[in-house]
C-alpha cells in the first residue's frame, strides 16, 4: 500500500515549506493547501479550514493528508478553537466524505508538555503517558489525537498522530537538543507514517536519534521509521551561547519548556 497522491496543508508554513521539498524524493505527488499563497507554487489551494467545501474539493481523489496546517503556537482560545478543534473536525469530516483512508496528524510535543523530562536512570517517557497540555495549544493537539481515535473507531479512517518535537534545519536552544527533529528525519517519519499497513490510530513521538532524547521513539520505529540524525553535533555550540538552563528553568523541568510559562499568560 502506497499512497501517491497527497494534499499537504500548511504548505506555507515552516515545516510546509521544508516538507514540500523532501517529500517528492518519496515518490509523492503533492498537492498544497495553505491560508496564504504558497511561494513558488501558484497551483496551491488558498484555503481556509473554516471552509468545508473548499476542503473537501482539496481532499478529492487523493490516498492521503498529511495536516500540518493550524494554529502552531499558544494563541487565544478562540482562535485555536477555530482552527485546530474546528477546522480538525471539518478536514476528518471532508476526508471521510470522500473515502480518504489515511492521514498523517501534526500533533505536538505540547501535548503532553507539562510532562517532567526525565533525569538520571529514569525512563525515557511512553507515548502513554497521561497528556498533559501546557497551553490552549498543546490542549487542542490532545482533542485532535481523540479525534483521530474516533474517527479510526467509527469511520475507519486511519490515522498516525505524530506529537511533533522541534523540527527546524538546526535545534536553536539547548532543550531542542532533545526535541530535535531533523527535516530529513521528518520526511522519514512521514513517509513510514503514509506507508505502514495497519496503523489505526498510532500515537508516535517525532524526533531525530538524539543523544539527549528525552522520549520514546519505539511505537514510531514500529512503523517503520529509522532516523538517522542527532542533534549532538549542535551540543559544543548551544552550550557555549546560550548556557545550560538552570535549576528551576522550565526548559530543564518539563518536555513542553517555556510553553509551560511563558506568556502570553492567563486569561486570555
Ligand atoms: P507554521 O505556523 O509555520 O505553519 C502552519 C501553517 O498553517 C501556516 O502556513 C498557516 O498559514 C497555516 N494555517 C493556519 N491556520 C490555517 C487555517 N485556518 N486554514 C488553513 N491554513 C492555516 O507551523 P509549523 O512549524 O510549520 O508546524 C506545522 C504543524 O506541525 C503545525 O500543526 C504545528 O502545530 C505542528 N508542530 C510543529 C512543530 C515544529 O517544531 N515546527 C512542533 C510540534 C508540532
Ligand atoms: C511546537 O509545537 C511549535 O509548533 C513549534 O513552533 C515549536 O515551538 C515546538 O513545538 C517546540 O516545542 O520546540
Known amino acids: 500500500r502506497k499512497p501517491r497522491t497527497v494534499l499537504l496543508t500548511g504548505a506555507a508554513g515552516g515545516v510546509g515549506t521544508l516538507m514540500r521539498k523532501l517529500l517528492p524524493d518519496y515518490g509523492y505527488q503533492l498537492r498544497l493547501l495553505d491560508l496564504v499563497p504558497v511561494d513558488g507554487a501558484p497551483d496551491a489551494i488558498v484555503a481556509d479550514l ?116 522541534s523540527c527546524f534545519p538546526e535545534p536553536t536552544s539547548v532543550r531542542m537538543l532533545s526535541m530535535w527533529l531533523s527535516p530529513a528525519d521528518c520526511a522519514r517519519l512521514l513517509h513510514s507514517a503514509l506507508t505502514a499497513e495497519n496503523v489505526g490510530h498510532t500515537v508516535v513521538y517525532g524526533s531525530s536519534a538524539n543523544t539527549r532524547l528525552w522520549w520514546d521513539l519505539s511505537s514510531a520505529r514500529a512503523i517503520g521509521y529509522e532516523p538517522q540524525d542527532d542533534s549532538e553535533r549542535f551540543a559544543e555550540r548551544l552550550i557555549a551561547e546560550k548556557g545550560v538552563p538552570g535549576e528551576g528553568d522550565p526548559d530543564d523541568l518539563y518536555l513542553g519548556g517555556r510553553f509551560c510559562t511563558d506568556p502570553p499568560r492567563w486569561p486570555h
Open 50 to 165: 473554516a471552509d468545508r467545501e473548499a476542503l473537501r474539493k482539496a481532499v478529492r481523489g487523493v490516498d492521503a493528508v498529511i495536516h500540518l496546517a493550524g494554529i502552531s503556537l499558544e494563541s487565544t482560545f478562540e482562535k485555536v478553537l477555530a482552527a485546530n478543534v474546528t477546522g480538525l473536525h471539518h478536514l476528518y469530516e471532508a476526508a471521510r466524505e470522500e473515502g480518504v483512508r489515511r492521514i498523517v496528524f501534526a500533533s505536538s510535543n505540547h501535548a503532553v508538555g507539562f510532562t517532567p523530562r526525565p533525569r538520571g536512570d529514569d525512563p525515557l517517557v511512553p507515548v502513554e503517558t497521561p497528556r498533559r497540555p501546557d497551553s490552549f495549544y498543546g490542549l487542542s493537539k490532545c482533542f485532535g489525537e481523540d479525534l483521530a481515535q474516533l474517527y479510526w473507531d467509527l469511520h475507519e479512517v486511519e490515522t498516525v498522530s505524530v506529537r511533533v518535537g
